[in-house]
């Protein structure tokens, strides 16, 4: 059982608070991840400043160590034009870091437009 630090209300408000989200989706959110889970989720999005959701899986360092790479390369593909430019590109930029972080790593990783579905990125 969690002390009242760690209840579930108490890290929906908190990360409401890194967030700005509904307190309710919040909530919704971190039930979904195991109770073991729910404390360092909300740690990590308050140390690292995150104001939309963020899959689970980037708390593990080697996943992060390979996203940080992907993203790079995908920085570079986007300067030489390779996503297209302006609204849209992000979108494409994202799915193409999905889908080399499972073909290149086999790590099966949600874009911030699946963890946010009702937020408009681009």
């Not at 979108?91 to 949600?110: N, Q």
Request: proline fraction near 6%; glycine fraction near 6%; hydrophobic fraction near 35%.
């Amino acid at each position: 059982m969690s002390d009242s630090s760690t209840s579930l209300a108490r890290l929906a408000m908190r990360l409401r608070a890194v967030t700005e989200r509904p307190p309710q989706l919040c909530k919704q959110f971190l039930e979904e991840l195991p109770e073991a889970n729910r404390v360092a989720y909300v740690a990590y999005m308050e140390s690292n400043k995150h104001s939309y959701f963020i899959d689970p899986v980037e708390l593990d360092p080697a996943v992060r160590a390979a996203l940080a790479e992907l993203r790079c390369e995908a920085g570079q593909l986007s300067e030489q034009g390779e996503f297209g430019r302006g609204m849209g590109s992000g979108g494409s930029r994202s799915a193409w870091v999905k889908r080399e972080l499972l073909e290149r790593h086999g790590i099966t990783w949600r874009t911030p437009w699946e963890m946010n579905p009702d937020c408009a990125f681009d």
